[in-house]
C-alpha cells in the first residue's frame, strides 16, 4: 500500500528561529506514523539549519523552488544541484511561481528535467484559474500542463513524479473558494486518465497524486478519502502545528479506514 503523502508548503513565512520553533512544536505534536509520510517545504535560507535540526525518521524535506541550470552566472539563484544532499524533493511549477515569477511552461519543463537529473523527486502542481474553470478549459490547461512539463522525462523517471492538483481558484492566498471533493475527484481521474494514456498502466498506477487548496484539519479527511488521492500539499494550516498534526491525523486515518 502506498504511504499517504502530507507536504507542508511554509512559502515565504517564518524567518530561522520560527521555523526552528515550528520544527520543534512538530517533533513534539506529530504522532510518527508509518503510513504517513511528512514532508516540510520551508524558506531557502532555512534548509540547511533545519536538515541538522530535524527527526529525518519523521520528516523529509522539500525545496519550494530552484533554478533549472546547475551552476552558473545566475545572480541570486540556487540550483537542484546546490540541493541535493539537502532535500529529497521539490516543489514545481507552484501557481504562485507560474503568476508572480512568470514561470511559464518551457521554464517548468526545464526545471523539471534539472531536478530529476539531480536526483531530486518533484512534485509537480498543476490547476487552472477561476476563468479557465469558468470557460470549461479546466482539463485543457491540465492537459497542457502536464505534457510541456514532463516532456523531457522518460517513462522510468515519471514514475516517481508526484502531482499535485491545486486548482487556482482554491487556494488560500488568491480567493480560498473550498472546492468540492467530488470536483476534486473528476479532476484527478482525468490526470490519472492522462498519465495512463501517456506512459501506460504501471506508471500510472506508481504515480503519486496529491491534492491542494485550502486544506486544513476540518476539510483535509474529504480529499484524503478521495479514491486515487494520495496525499495534501497544504499552505497556511501548516503554520499552525496544531492544524497540521490533525490533517497529518486524517491522513493516518484515511489509510486506516
Ligand atoms: P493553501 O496553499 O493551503 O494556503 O491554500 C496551498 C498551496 O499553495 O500550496
Known amino acids: 500500500m502506498k504511504k499517504k503523502l502530507v507536504v507542508a508548503n511554509w512559502k515565504m513565512h517564518l ?15 506529530l504522532h510518527p506514523y ?11 535560507l532555512v534548509i540547511q539549519p533545519l536538515g ?15 533554478y533549472f541550470r546547475d551552476e552558473g552566472a545566475f545572480t541570486g539563484e540556487v540550483s537542484f544541484t546546490m540541493l541535493q544532499d539537502l532535500v529529497h524533493y521539490a516543489i514545481i511549477g507552484h501557481s ?18 534539472a531536478c530529476v537529473r539531480n536526483e531530486i523527486i518533484p512534485i509537480l ?16 490547461v491540465i492537459h497542457d500542463q502536464l505534457i510541456s512539463a514532463l516532456a523531457n522525462l522518460t517513462s522510468d523517471d515519471v514514475q516517481d513524479v508526484i502531482i499535485t492538483y491545486e486548482p487556482v481558484w482554491a487556494i488560500s492566498t488568491f480567493e480560498g473558494d473550498v472546492a468540492k471533493p467530488t470536483d476534486v475527484k473528476r479532476t484527478m481521474d482525468y490526470i490519472k486518465l492522462e498519465i495512463r494514456e501517456l506512459y501506460g498502466e504501471t506508471t500510472a498506477n506508481r504515480i503519486r497524486i496529491l491534492y491542494g487548496g ?20 497544504v ?16 491522513a493516518h486515518k484515511s489509510v486506516t479506514n
Open 214 to 233: 485550502s486544506v486544513d484539519n476540518t476539510t483535509a479527511s474529504g480529499y484524503l478519502d478521495i479514491e486515487g488521492c494520495d496525499g495534501v500539499l
Open 96 to 113: 504562485e511561481r507560474r503568476l508572480y515569477f512568470h514561470e511559464d511552461l518551457p521554464m517548468i519543463r526545464d526545471k523539471m528535467a
Open 15 to 29: 524567518n530561522a528561529s520560527q521555523s526552528s520553533l515550528l520544527l520543534s512544536h512538530l517533533h513534539k505534536h
Open 125 to 140: 502542481c498543476v490547476g487552472e484559474t477561476k476563468e479557465e474553470k469558468r470557460l470549461g478549459e479546466t482539463k485543457q
Open 52 to 66: 541538522l535540526q530535524i527527526d529525518r525518521r519523521q520528516f523529509r524535506l522539500a525545496a519550494q523552488n530552484a
Open 235 to 250: 499552505g497556511a494550516a501548516s503554520l499552525n502545528y496544531l492544524q497540521f498534526a490533525g490533517i497529518v491525523e486524517a
Open 34 to 44: 508509518k503510513d504517513v509520510e511528512v514532508v516540510l517545504a520551508p524558506s531557502m
